[in-house]
């Protein structure tokens, strides 16, 4: 038995010390799974877009599994945006498994396969959960414009074999949203607590003697896993001191797990205000109303009544309308920055959307799933998932190889290059530092790239009609030109939105260092210092470029492939604009009044 194993069969014990279970009693586990906004596992699961709450739910015993001692039922709340049915969790499991069969058959051949090739037993290793294919296509840079030219001729650009695409946009569904269903979703798993109670009464003459809680959500849902909470031990629960009874049982909150927890919608419009507002002193719940803000009316911390959480937050999220909705200061509720944007933590991408693969989400997903079952919740062992169940395994795997190592083993390499763990503002800094830093390097090439072929093509034409004009050039020289024009356009189309980004840098610099109205610097010196500061480090690629002179080293060793293949990078762009100075500035958090 593991160590994990040990301390989950440890916690478990001592809930039963605590409810004084003895052999005749019995507990009840529940647990609520809140999915994020446009999360649906009835959409997502044809789609293969499942969240991690989606396959957290799948793990999840069901009903079937309870014994004379132990009743299971979990419940599943739809994300908003999306319609909102009691379905039944049969119905829920089916309609999920359904989607895996070619995934699943993979994997069957994925052992024959592994043995035919040399030195593969070293990348599967000794864990169920890492089965790699053979590695993919190989990522390009902009000096690799040969195989985009060739990629494009046979077949419009694909993306899987394109490291930096233009930013994924956020679908428009979302920002057309005002927040509706949330109360609905609130009211509808309060009455499911209820009659889930009654029906597990009458499941065993064995009474329950205790009724244990997990909780679980991802952005806005990881918000209204809260306001249920909240609204559970206020209006349904009886507090007894500081425990808390349903009809005379003890109601124990084991476990509460958000990823990437926000309560505002893309409908949002405060402009980042939040920074201001708060450096002031001002209250931003009531003013940010007045900036257009839409969001899940919810301010309180997570409840002393949880007795541990982990709140896995984005720390490479840039969207300024994606506030973070903090947990409070409880030592027990631990919140770490994990890296990637919030569907990197979340889930919900496919592969070759923008990047090429979409498993970076599985980190975090296997974090979140080993410090639950420590808590107590009663996820099946994870070191022996596969021998429980192959097709809840299969929600866990990864598969995705780059140069011989999974996600797993490339994010423990970025983690020891960044250590930086905790929720500060420092620690966004650097993350944020680390990824613009590799932005640039990319500018820097392709910059260099688009040059090499503007001369190209302009020394070919000068040389070839110099003396007689272009009606004089020579069909060759023409076809030559020609091929570089096709090149270098197809450059600009992958890799143009870097201008973008440049663009934004120089207003950014311009203005916080040339407008002497601009005092962004002087009221969050420590948000927007550090983001002048990634303004003039991507200009520093481009003048490097410009110039012909070499580029500037880099200012860490996080591994490149983790921005190249993993880290993804949404931003929230109206139609006709582009990249705005937000884009260097990190994430501002909401941290609730006690």
């Known amino acids: 038995m593991d160590i994990e194993s040990l301390i989950a069969a440890a916690n478990r014990a001592q809930q039963a010390e605590d409810a004084g279970l003895g052999n005749c009693s019995r507990v009840w586990h529940v647990g609520f799974f809140f999915d994020g906004i446009h999360r649906n596992i009835e959409q997502d699961a044809p789609e293969h877009r499942l969240s991690n709450i989606a396959r957290m739910f799948r793990a999840f ?98 993306k899987s074999v394109i490291e930096a695409t233009p930013w994924l946009r956020d679908n428009p569904v979302i920002a057309d949203m005002l927040v509706t269903g949330a109360d609905t979703r609130i009211a509808s798993t309060k009455i499911s607590f209820e009659k889930g109670y009654k029906e597990a009464v009458k499941k065993s003459p064995v009474p329950v003697r205790v009724i244990s809680v997990s909780l679980f959500g991802f952005d806005l849902g990881a918000t209204l896993a809260r306001k249920f909470l909240d609204s559970l031990l206020k209006d349904i629960c009886n507090k007894e001191g500081d425990k808390y009874t349903y009809q005379g049982i003890p109601v124990d909150i084991v476990f509460t797990g958000l990823f990437d927890c926000s309560r505002r919608t893309s409908a949002s419009n405060n402009n980042g205000m939040d920074y201001f507002i708060s450096a002031f002193g001002g209250p931003i ?129 970025y983690q020891s290059a960044l250590p930086f763990t905790s929720l500060s503002t420092a620690c966004q800094n650097r993350h944020l530092d680390s990824y613009i830093d590799w932005l640039g390097r990319q500018y820097y090439q392709y910059r260099t790239e688009c040059m090499k072929y503007e001369k190209q093509r302009g020394d070919t034409l000068a040389s070839a009609g110099a003396s007689v004009g272009f009606a004089g050039i020579t069909q060759e020289a023409k076809e030559t030109a020609g091929q570089y024009a096709t090149e270098l356009s197809v450059l600009q189309q992958n890799w143009g939105w870097l201008d973008d980004v440049k663009d934004a840098a120089i207003r950014m610099r311009n203005s916080i260092e040339q407008n002497p109205m601009d005092r962004r610097r002087d009221i969050v010196p420590n948000v927007y210092g550090p983001a002048l500061w990634r303004a003039k480090r991507f200009l520093d690629y481009f003048h490097a470029a410009h110039l012909g002179k070499p580029q500037p080293f880099p200012i860490d060793a996080a591994p490149p492939e983790m921005y190249a293949w993993f880290v993804h990078d949404l931003q929230t762009v109206e139609k006709g604009a582009g990249i705005s100075q937000d884009f260097f500035v990190i994430r501002s958090m909401e941290m609730p009044e006690a």
């Open 61 to 158: 015993p069901d009903e079937k599994e309870s014994m004379p001692n132990v009743t299971y039922n979990s419940f599943y709340i739809s994300g908003l945006g999306t319609s909102f049915n009691e379905t039944l969790v049969e119905k829920l499991h089916t309609i999920m498994d359904s989607g895996l069969g070619s995934i699943n058959d993979n994997l069957k051949e994925q052992p024959g396969e592994m043995a035919k090739d040399a030195g593969m037993d070293s990348i599967k290793g000794n864990n169920w959960y890492e089965v790699l294919k053979k590695q993919g296509k190989k990522l390009l840079n902009p000096t690799e414009w040969k195989k985009l030219a060739s990629d494009t001729a046979k077949k419009a650009a694909k």
């Open 285 to 413: 719940k009531g003013i940010s109303v007045l900036l257009g803000d839409k969001s899940i009316d919810q301010d309180t911390p997570l409840p002393e009544a949880v007795k541990k959480s982990l709140h896995l937050v984005a720390a490479h999220e840039t969207r300024v309308w994606r506030c973070l909705y903090r947990t409070g200061n409880n030592p027990a509720h631990k919140e770490e920055l994990y890296p990637g944007c919030a569907e990197d933590i979340g889930g919900g991408l496919k592969p070759d959307e923008q990047k090429p693969s979409a498993e970076l989400c599985r980190v975090a997903l296997h974090r979140m799933y080993r410090e639950a079952t420590m808590a107590g919740v009663p996820f099946p062992d994870f070191q022996s998932l596969k021998s429980y169940s192959e097709t809840v395994a299969s929600y866990f795997t990864v598969q995705d190889n780059v140069k011989n190592q999974s996600i797993l083993q490339w994010a423990e390499a």
